[in-house]
Structure formats: structure tokens, C-alpha cells
């Protein structure tokens, strides 16, 4: 993970501040979606029973969108509130998401990510039969290291 997007800022939806810096030594969830996306419509729910397991583990659970806060700022937020998304929520900007994102073109896309910064996962799309199992799995090996 280049050390220039762990030290960029990113606004959260309460407008506050944040880096994944803030997260260092913790093994980070990170999450790219969007509102309009029907599978991160249906991923959320697997990510949030994860979520609340892992609670209190040095785990960090970030979710980033990179909609414009000012056209899809209601939209955004309504879905947030609809499914319930208990992650770290905040807005990505286009070069922010175009790095994590690292060329692939679709969303949802999930990274986990080492308390030394290395990417240990990386994947693109939603199952309904694997993403909540897979996030799991790679949470334990993480922590495992």
C-alpha cells in the first residue's frame, strides 16, 4: 500500500477527518462501493455479521465510495441507513479509488490489508456463498500473522 494513500485524507460522512495511517498496526477491512451497486447491496449484510464478530479484535472495518458527496450525498446516505452499514464510512475521492483499486474496473471490490501495509487479499464482485466465509478466512489468517 503506497504511503501516499495511508496518508491522504479522507472524509468521513459525519465530515470529520481520517487516514488509513490512523489504522496502523491493525489489519484493515477496506471496502469500495456504491449506492446504486446491486451487489454491495447484498454484500453488506454478509460484511456486517463479520463485522460484529470481529468486534474488539485489532481489526479496522473502513467502507470508501467514490460518488461525489455533493450529487449523491442523500442517495449515499439512505442506503447507508437502509443496510445498516456499521463499517468506518467515508467518500473517495477519484485518485484515491482509482489506487486502491489497482486497475480492476468493478465493485464491490474488498482489500485486506496487513498492520505492515502489504495487501493480503484483493478481490472484485459479490457471492452469496463465499463473500461472508472468504472475508472470514482472510481475517483469521491475517490475524494469524
Not at 22 to 31: A, H, P, R, S, T
Not at 50 to 68: C, H, P, Q, S, W
Not at 95 to 106: I, K
Request: proline share 4%.
Amino acid at each position: 500500500m503506497p504511503a501516499g494513500i495511508r496518508e491522504r485524507s479522507l472524509r468521513a460522512f459525519d465530515d470529520s477527518g481520517f487516514s488509513l495511517n490512523d489504522f496502523q498496526g491493525k489489519v484493515i477491512v477496506l471496502n469500495i462501493w456504491a449506492s446504486w451497486c446491486g451487489p454491495c447491496r447484498r454484500e453488506v449484510p454478509e460484511y456486517e455479521k463479520v463485522r460484529k464478530e470481529y468486534v474488539g479484535r485489532n481489526v479496522e472495518f473502513i467502507a470508501l465510495t467514490a460518488e461525489d458527496p455533493r450529487s449523491a450525498g442523500k442517495q449515499v446516505k439512505a442506503f447507508v441507513r437502509e443496510m445498516k452499514f456499521g463499517f468506518r464510512l467515508g467518500w473517495a475521492d477519484a485518485e484515491t479509488a482509482r489506487v486502491l483499486m489497482s486497475g480492476y474496473d468493478g465493485i464491490p471490490q474488498t482489500l485486506i490489508i496487513a498492520p505492515d501495509w502489504r495487501v493480503l487479499h484483493h478481490w472484485d464482485g459479490f457471492s452469496r456463498t463465499h463473500s461472508g466465509d472468504a472475508l472470514r478466512a482472510a481475517l483469521e489468517m491475517a490475524l494469524a500473522e
